[in-house]
């Protein structure tokens, strides 16, 4: 016990310099990292998986077209919507996928050809471009993508854009 006693006393002084500098900046780091996993959004570059996964799961689907490291409005569109909580409860039940169109940021020749395709499909002229889709299996095998609507960026904030993005995924075929 005199032990105890001991070690505790010495302690006193420096257990919290100890837990200043380092248990609570660890505590506050973990919980910020454990926040900021809840609300990681998961987006698709792969479009034949993301068809997979949205038929699998019986989910609808939104392409994102955009200019990841050149258009301003892209960005503007992923800060104010994208990045909330409102978006990422609401894309639960969604497939994200990004249809990306960078200048100065390499991509595969693969990503590439498939998005340009996709851009063609859609007839894709601006951006950002959301297109909502839902993946129909035909009695063949494959799969068409019948599109529900598009929008791009609105003014209003999440809120704003998340009502626009209701109506059209509501469309049913």
């Known amino acids: 016990m005199n032990t105890i006693k001991r070690l505790h006393l010495s302690l006193k002084g420096k257990h919290i310099s ?3 500098r380092f248990v609570l900046p660890l505590f506050a780091l973990l919980l910020w990292s454990g926040n900021a996993e809840s609300q990681e ?3 698709h570059t792969d479009m034949s998986k993301a068809v997979d996964l949205a038929t ?3 989910k609808k689907m939104l392409l994102f077209f955009t200019g990841s490291d050149w258009c301003g409005w892209c960005t503007k569109l992923e800060k104010e919507v994208f990045d909330t909580s409102d978006f990422a409860t609401w894309s639960d039940d969604i497939v994200l996928v990004e249809v990306d169109f960078p200048k100065r940021t390499p991509q595969d020749e693969r990503t590439r050809g498939q998005n340009q395709n996709l ?3 859609f007839g894709v002229r601006g951006y ?3 297109f909502f889709v839902s993946p129909k ?3 063949d095998g494959r799969t068409n993508l019948e599109s529900l ?3 791009g960026y609105v003014r209003g904030g999440s809120k704003k854009w ?3 993005a209701n109506k059209i995924v509501a469309k049913e075929l």
């Open 18 to 20: 100890f837990v200043n």
């Open 41 to 43: 959004l998961i987006w």
């Open 56 to 58: 699998k799961e019986n």
């Open 119 to 121: 851009q063609s499909m």
């Open 128 to 130: 950002p471009t959301v």
């Open 137 to 139: 299996v035909m009695p």
């Open 149 to 151: 609507g598009r929008t």
């Open 162 to 164: 998340l009502d626009i």
